[in-house]
């Protein structure tokens, strides 16, 4: 870190003085042309060589690229590691081809050992997730990402109480079947295979719009609100375990529109 010579201080110590508490973190950072000027004069420095300095600070705060590809390696593995494990034990399973039978028996279903050990390793996921969210990198979506990690945590817990583990194996396997292939992109970003990272946001880009708007809605959203009122019959949880897989499916379309954005503002630039 370059400091002041003749005071043997860092330059932005100087921003520290005579600013309110409410605006000193901003101007710390990125401060302004009069507070630039300021800096300028006391250090005898010139302007452009102070906002280099700053423009280094900011850049040590940002975590590097070997940190990003190192948590996107690890969901990308437990994404795709769980996606197999799921699709193999749901292609065993009558309710995967016939959705009816999440509701045959309810609520005297057996848990059997793996939909139990499916369940159980998404819900510490998930619960991990939340968590570490505080102190991963922080991004732009961070609210939206605690609220979605939130959903589903509630979402594992409450159907596992009330043994609805069957449609909830669904869901959890309509989402994985995408996960991993946005992990995946930005891996092959991060290591700079721009070829790879494009064709793999367009193949995640395609995965996330049929799964998310198409196939949930229609297999697992038909299913919790229809097929279990025909079968079931009314129940006091129902009505909470559909508001929140529809709070899930209005996150599924804001995210949607995110993807759209991206892809059409590299389309009109050529990319």
Request: charged share 15%; hydrophobic share 45%; with cysteine.
């Amino acid at each position: 870190m370059q400091k002041d010579p003749r005071l043997g201080i860092e330059p932005r110590t100087f921003l520290l003085q005579g600013n309110s508490a409410t605006n000193c973190a901003t101007v710390q950072h990125n401060p302004d042309s009069r507070h630039l000027d300021g800096l300028s004069k006391q250090l005898d420095w010139e302007v452009r060589k102070v906002q280099r300095w700053f423009r280094h600070r900011r850049n040590q705060d940002k975590p590097s690229i070997h940190t990003k590809f190192c948590e996107s390696m690890w969901r990308f593995s437990f994404y795709l590691g769980i996606f197999i494990y799921g699709f193999q034990f749901l292609w065993q399973s009558p309710w995967m081809w016939d959705t009816r039978h999440c509701w045959y028996g309810y609520p005297y279903q057996v848990m059997t050992p793996g939909l139990y050990h499916y369940y159980v390793t998404e819900l510490a996921f998930y619960w991990s997730l939340m968590f570490s969210q505080f102190t991963d990198i922080k991004r732009k979506d961070f609210l939206i990402m605690f609220i979605h990690h939130l959903a589903t945590v509630s979402l594992i817990s409450f159907s596992y109480a009330n043994n609805m583990a069957r449609v909830g194996s669904l869901v959890l396997l309509v989402h994985d079947a995408s996960d991993f292939l946005l992990e995946a992109a930005k891996m092959a970003n991060y290591a700079k295979y721009q070829r790879l990272c494009d064709f793999l946001f367009i193949f995640f880009s395609v995965v996330f719009f049929i799964t998310r708007l198409v196939i949930f809605p229609i297999w697992v959203l038909n299913s919790t609100m229809f097929e279990s009122w025909a079968i079931v019959g009314p129940y006091p949880s129902w009505w909470l375990f559909n508001i929140l897989l529809l709070l899930l499916q209005v996150l599924h379309i804001f995210w949607s529109y995110l993807i759209s954005r991206i892809a059409v503002k590299a389309i009109m630039r050529g990319k």
